[in-house]
């Protein structure tokens, strides 16, 4: 496949023209876009909010299309990404758009709106049933943002079921539905098949193609879930905590059925990028202090002074820290090895 970053399509001079007034702030470009759509045998140009999307619609579309990722940065967080006129370039030159959906990648949703677009598009959160959550959570917290629950946790109680129910596209792990649907992969195994179905029908000669691939993906999903579910298996039948800086791998660690003690509040707060209550931080220090978790996951792409004393204090508490990103990492565009390396890198600090 052709894999390239975000394009600049217009100059300097049209950065602040909307995306409707490309052909006539680019002159004769129209010649730079065929040459791009020649890139690929189909000349099908897919683009995708993020590169996680498109690395999963590469590993479908093979050679013969073009994926375009518009946040491709390692280090980048989509959760305050601010669009450029160049997305909506991008967006308006697309024969297929892939995103997240649940108002992780809202920037999607608005140019589609605002430029009057019927490109088929695939939604990641509503493959999964997942409008996005609100500010609350769908929790009941008390004053200091803790959820409440018969055990003092407020994650998944400690015999949860997680169950999927994708003929039906719905999405069912208890406590809490986020947008970070990629850590599911069930979802991800969806998205790819709808991925599949809109460039076989968009280009009919290479359908063969797109199943095969889709066919090899999924197998290496299926291979994948395997080795998450082994995580939370353990000889005593016990299974692992861990407590997390953000919620970004809730769904991967449900399939593990690895428990989450991190307090609601956290994740309440890391989604309004504000502090937590003081009690919520004395509750985190108190997990760590006391060894209550195994493990903590961290997201380097949220990183606040919180979440820093978090690792400091796991730190010198001892205690592995493993990182969860939100996109794939500087030099990586394939999803699966992403994800495979950190499953892996969680297997090994669980002792697995």
């Known amino acids: 496949m052709t894999l390239r970053n975000r394009r600049h399509w217009l100059t300097v001079g049209c950065l602040t023209a909307t995306a409707a007034l490309i052909t006539a702030c680019g002159g004769n470009g129209g010649e730079g876009d065929a040459a791009d759509a020649g890139e690929g045998s189909s000349g099908?140009?897919?683009?995708a909010s993020t590169n996680v999307w498109g690395s999963v619609a590469a590993a479908v579309g093979g050679s013969n299309v073009e994926v375009v990722s518009i946040i491709d940065e390692a280090g980048a967080d989509p959760h305050s990404y601010e669009s450029q006129p160049s997305d909506a370039a991008e967006l308006v030159g697309a024969d297929l758009i892939v995103h997240n959906g649940a108002g992780y990648d809202e920037f999607v949703s608005q140019i589609i709106a605002s430029e009057g677009l019927d490109t088929p598009a695939v939604e990641a959160a509503a493959v999964a049933g997942v409008e996005g959550h609100s500010h609350d959570h769908g929790h009941d917290h008390d004053e200091d943002g803790h959820e409440h629950s018969d055990d003092g946790h407020d994650e998944e109680p400690a015999d949860h079921d997680h169950d999927h129910d994708h003929?039906?596209?719905?999405?069912?792990h208890g406590a809490e539905d986020n947008e970070h649907v990629w850590y599911d992969l069930a979802v991800v195994s969806e998205v790819a098949e709808r991925i599949a179905d809109e460039?076989?029908?968009?280009?009919?000669?290479?359908?063969?193609?797109?199943?095969?691939?889709?066919?090899?993906?999924?197998?290496?999903?299926?291979?994948?879930?395997?080795?998450?579910?082994e995580l939370g298996e353990s000889e005593d039948g016990g299974h692992p905590h861990v407590l997390s800086t953000e919620s970004v791998a809730t769904y991967l660690l449900a399939d593990a059925h690895i428990h989450d003690l991190t307090p609601a509040g956290m994740h309440l707060a890391m989604h309004n990028e504000t502090d937590p209550p003081a009690a919520v931080i004395a509750e985190i220090n108190e997990i760590i202090d006391g060894g209550e978790a195994d493990v903590m996951i961290n997201n380097p792409q949220t990183e606040t002074g919180v979440t820093n004393?978090?690792?400091?204090?796991?730190?010198?508490?001892?205690?592995?820290v493993v990182e969860f990103t939100e996109t794939l990492p500087e030099g990586q565009d394939d999803f699966l090895a992403w994800m495979t390396d950190q499953v892996d890198a969680l297997a090994a600090a669980l002792g697995r």
Do not use: C, K
């Open 167 to 172: 003929d039906e596209h719905s999405h069912e």
């Open 309 to 320: 004393e978090m690792l400091s204090r796991a730190e010198q508490a001892g205690m592995p």
């Open 44 to 47: 099908l140009t897919v683009v």
């Open 199 to 229: 460039l076989s029908e968009l280009d009919a000669d290479n359908a063969d193609g797109y199943r095969s691939n889709l066919a090899e993906f999924q197998d290496g999903i299926d291979g994948l879930a395997t080795s998450v579910a």
